[in-house]
Every structure is written in C-alpha cells, then in structure tokens.
C-alpha cells in the first residue's frame, strides 16, 4: 500500500533527523545529549518492523562507549579463583509486577541447575522490585543492583559496565526495544560476553552489533531467519522461553476430567461448561480489519451454549463487553491476575486459544504445559504476530482461516477425549524444549558457543523486511499506539520533556514538503513547527516548553472547533483512558491482591458473582 509506505518513510525522515542530532551531540562531546536523541530516534525506529536494525545508531552508540569507557574498555571478565561459581548478571530496564521480562528472568535463574550464581541488575526501576525476583536471586546466592533513579544516562552506562566487570562471568539482556544505556555500557570490546533476549522480534531494537550472541525464544527457522538477514546479526542461539512444569506427573484422563470438574466448582462456574482461556496484553486484541478476535468469540459461543471465554491480562472495553451482552455475558475479561489466580483460572480451563492480530507466546506455552490443549492463530496472523517454536511446530500447523480457527475451537469444545489427548501432547512437547534438563542443554550450548571476552561488531548490513509483513504492522500499530504521521510532534514533544532543544534544519523542512499528503490536517503546519522550535522556544522557561508546544499544536492542527467539541464532550461524559502498550502490567487490580490459592478462587468466585456473568 503505497500511502503506509509514504507513512513509514515520513516517520524514518523524523527518525533520521534525530539520530544526525544525536551523531553531532557525539562529535561535540556531548554525550548525554546523545544519548538522549538517540533513544528518542530508537523509540519511533521500535513502533515500526520495516528495518529491524539500525546500523547508524548502533555505530553512535559504539562511539560513545568508547569515550565513555577509555582507559577502561579492555579490561577482561573476572577471573575466577578455583571453586568458584560462576555468575550471571541479568539487566533488565524494568521489573514489573506483571508480564513477560520479570517473569522470564525468574524462570531462568530458578531453572539453572549449573550452580551459577545469578545477580540482577534494574536500569529505570520505578516500581518495587517484585518479590518472586527478588526471592530468585536470594536463592541464588545473588543480589540485586538498582541504578541510581536520578541518574543520567551516560552515568548509568557506566555504573553498568563497572558492575559487569567486576561481578559477571556473562550478562543477560532482558531491555526495552528502545534502550540506549546498554549499547553506551558495551559498545567496547572487553569484559564478560554479553547475551541479548530476542522477546521483540517482530520490531525493531538496538542491540545487533554491540552484543556477542542474540538468544532467539522460539528457536524458529523463521526467528532465525530474521535476527541474522533482517537484523544483519552474525550469531544467535536458541534458548527457548523457560517455563515451571506443574509438580503432578501426567495422570490419566479420567483423572484430568475430575480435576477440571473441581477447578470449575471452586469458581463458581458449572461441572459441564467448556472454558477457553485467552491471556494477553489489552493492545494485542485490537481489531485489524476483518481480524477481529471478539467478533470470532462471540461467533463461537453462538454455537456453544454451555461455553464461556475468559480473558486475562486485560479489562474489556466496549466491543468486547457488547459482545459479551449478545451472548449472555459469557465472555468475562478478568484483568491482570497474579500468579496464584492465573493458575486457578487454568486447572478450570479446558481450551487455550491464542489471541489475534497479536498473540502471547509465553502464556500460550505456559497453558499447553498444563495439559491445555492450544489453537495457534489463524494464518493471517502470521509468526511473529502469531507464535511459533520448537515444540509448538512439532505439534502441526496453523489453521489456515478464521473459519478453520473457529473449527478447531468448536472441535475440541464438542469432544472431550480430543480435548484431554491434544493437551498431552502439547504438554509433551513444550516440556521437553521448554523445562529440566532439555531447557538447560540448551541454555548450556549457548554458553559454550561465547567468546571468552565481550567483542562486538563494527557493522552489520541489515535487509529490510517483505512488504506484506512490515504493513501488517503498521496497520496495526496506530490503533493503539500513535499515527505514523504524528511522528514529528511525539518525539518533539519526547525531547522538550527531556531538556532538549532541537532546531529544525533543512532535512526537517524537507521532509515536511515531501510528505505534505502525509501530514495534511492531521499534523501542526510546517511553519509554526519552524517558528516554534527555531525561535519561540528560546524565549520559554525549560519547564514550560512542553505544555506550550501542546498549546501550539493543539491550535494550530485543522478541525479545530471539531477537537474542542471532543475534548468538551470527554469533560462532560467520563471516559476511561486506553491504556497503552504494558501499562496495565505496571498495577494489579484492588480485589487481585496476592494470596493464597483457596483465597484466590474465593475472590474469583465472588466476581464472578458480583458481574452476574454465570452461564446459562
């Protein structure tokens, strides 16, 4: 589609202007303000998949290692003294209550049976550190390190590298898409080899030159496929997403339908209901044209009138809870559960069904190890969108339409004994790649296969993606997150919230002409954005700049009285706010308090009953 085009190739002229303000920062040894610009170009390059890597910024990055780190960019990774253990550093940007990242780190370091040592440490900790984290590392014999919140940048690339070398036999990155403190950290060669969790692959992120191996979750021939040819990457290995088996051994079918019959009754739900379970991220279930996965539900429970869905890891909004309404709100979207209550919700499950346009991998994987039977999602939404892996792709393919989706679905709704013998053998294959010691072989060869001390590329030559992949994206992308087109007034506003001052030049002022039917009536006019920037600005306390340029963009953009009319409308009818991306993993609902299992399906039980959402 040509207009998606043009709308990508306005974002990467907004990009690239930012990474020229953070290549000149460099060169003036302005590093910090470098590093700035250039997280900012990072973060509109990751709202996109049409490049995967960026060879500019990971050349900036390099460069400001080397000033940061001289005299010091050589040194060895810690020598260690017979006896002693080895240690892992995991770094993560963020650890939160709920998600992927935190819950990964865990996994990994309570499923290393080496008898490493494993530390953590947290570079933008804004919130707790979560207690099962911390009890990890405890059991470990390690510690968590948390950088100083108020530090800069460029100070906690040192601080990073520093830690690294006197405590790491080899670090884990577990970062954001857009992060910029590891690339300053570790853009020199020395000190302990340096590993980079693929969890993003289907975006783009800093990090393909500067680290020695990229550790691909799935182990796809098509994850591969892209770290290398699309992120111009020259090593990866496959470290599957490590996952707890449940205690019981596998039991007998009779013995299985029993368990579920209990699970049910201890949340209020009826002995013969069918469950089918979907857990994600509120973004991820956007509709995308006709992909649309709540009219795919509602359709289903038509035909299943003693089944009900349950979401978790999300509120409904109004197309979900409308569909709910017509199907005798039998489609309940439970939000962010801990742990102990995630796990109720699937020993009363009977059928796991992926999410689209966007699926959850770890959570499909997790329900498959419980005995789950799993429906990947249809082709349309296809790996990365959808999931893939080493044992998923043993247990055959994708259905290859919506209605072969729904097929399946209702399939296995009908037929219990399929029910219980798809789940065994997802059960099966996601154990042996996935946990114990198949797991640890592969987290063990991936360690072989590391370079004695850290050395990264001087360049990589990434290939952009096909076309029908990287549109599918940016169809999607701006329904939850910000139009392509505003791409200029985001990172402006990103970069007065972060002291910066950026003058437009005549790439800017270009790229705006170029792309007029981009930004027509949608975006600020090329000169009030010159005028602002170049020359109102100046005049402007730091602290105001920000609600100015707001001021500014909020006059100047077309349909004026239009948008007062809405913001008017949003003062007299309350609305709630679209969350984007993970915030929702940020906080746990009020009645999700952690507790125990019995507790916790007490509490489920009497929500479900508040909602009056029983099945008919």
């Not at 579920?260 to 973004?283: C, H, Y």
């Not at 329904?479 to 985001?490: A, G, H, N, P, S």
């Not at 930004?519 to 600005?537: D, E, G, M, Q, W």
Request: with cysteine; glycine share 8%; proline share 6%.
């Amino acid at each position: 589609m040509d207009h998606i085009q043009k709308q990508l190739d306005y974002a990467d002229a907004i990009s690239d202007w930012f990474v020229d303000l953070g290549e000149n920062a460099i060169q003036r040894g302005e590093l910090e303000t470098g590093l700035k610009y250039l997280q900012i170009a990072a973060s509109i390059f990751s709202r996109q998949n049409r490049w995967l890597a960026v060879p500019r910024i990971e050349t900036a990055l390099q460069a400001v290692a080397r000033e940061l780190h001289k005299g010091g960019g050589s040194n060895p990774a810690p020598t260690k003294t017979p006896g002693q253990k080895d240690v892992c550093l995991h770094i993560l940007s963020e650890a939160l209550p709920a998600g992927g990242h935190s819950a990964m780190a865990v996994r990994w370091i309570k499923g290393d049976r080496s008898g490493r040592r494993h530390c953590v440490a947290l570079i933008a900790q804004k919130t707790p550190v979560p207690t099962a984290l911390a009890e990890a590392v405890r059991e470990k014999g390690g510690s968590v390190h948390i950088a100083d919140p108020n530090g800069s940048l460029s100070e906690k690339a040192v601080w990073l590298r520093k830690l690294a070398n006197e405590l790491a036999s080899h670090v884990v990155l577990h970062i954001d898409t857009s992060d910029v403190v590891c690339g300053a950290a570790f853009g020199t060669r020395g000190g302990p080899p340096i590993l980079l969790v693929n969890h993003a692959a289907h975006v783009f992120w800093a990090g393909a030159a500067y680290v020695d191996s990229i550790v691909n979750c799935r182990g796809s021939a098509l994850e591969t496929l892209w770290t290398t040819v699309y992120r111009g990457a020259s090593k990866c290995c496959t470290i599957p997403i490590p996952l707890v088996p449940r205690q019981s051994s596998t039991v007998a079918g009779c013995l299985i339908a029993e368990a579920k019959r209990q699970a049910k009754a201890s949340i209020g739900l009826p002995e013969d209901s069918v469950v089918i379970l979907t857990v994600g991220a509120a973004f991820k279930y956007t509709p995308l044209g006709d992909i649309d996965f709540v009219q795919v539900c509602e359709r289903l429970l038509r035909k299943l009138p003693n089944a009900l869905v349950l979401g978790v890891g999300f509120a409904g909004d109004d197309h979900w809870n409308q569909a709910s309404a017509r199907v005798g709100s039998r489609m309940l979207a439970l939000g962010v559960l801990p742990r102990d209550r995630l796990e109720c919700i699937q020993d009363a499950s009977d059928i796991y069904i992926e999410g689209f346009p966007f699926g959850t991998t770890t959570s499909l994987l997790e329900a498959g190890l419980r005995g789950i039977p799993v429906v990947l999602s249809p082709e349309q939404c296809p790996p990365p969108y959808g999931t893939d892996g080493v044992a998923l792709d043993e247990l055959g393919e994708r259905p290859a339409t919506m209605e072969a989706y729904a097929a399946q679905v209702i399939r296995l709704a009908r037929n219990p004994e399929e029910r219980i013998a798809c789940g065994e053998r997802a059960r099966e294959a996601i154990a042996r790649h996935h946990t114990g010691d198949g797991w640890n072989q592969y987290l063990q060869n991936a360690l072989k296969s590391l370079p004695a001390e850290h050395c990264p590329k001087t360049s990589i030559n990434p290939l952009r993606t096909p076309e029908a992949i990287h549109e599918y994206w940016a169809r999607f992308i701006p329904k939850w997150l910000v139009r392509y087109e505003e791409t200029f007034e985001t990172a402006l506003t990103y970069a007065l919230s972060d002291g910066l001052h950026p003058h437009l030049n005549g790439k800017v002022r270009r790229a705006f002409h170029n792309f007029k039917s981009v930004r027509r009536r949608k975006t600020i006019p090329a000169p009030v954005a010159t005028f602002f920037c170049n020359y109102l600005s100046e005049y402007i306390p730091s602290g105001w700049r920000v609600r100015a340029f707001r001021i500014v963009r909020f006059l100047c953009r077309a349909s004026l009285l239009a948008r007062l009319r809405h913001k008017l409308s949003h003062l007299v009818v309350r609305s709630t706010a679209k969350p984007s991306g993970y915030d929702e993993y940020r906080r746990i609902n009020d009645w999700e308090k952690k507790s125990d299992p019995v507790t916790a399906c007490r509490a489920l039980k009497e929500h479900l009953q508040a909602l009056q959402c029983k099945t008919p």
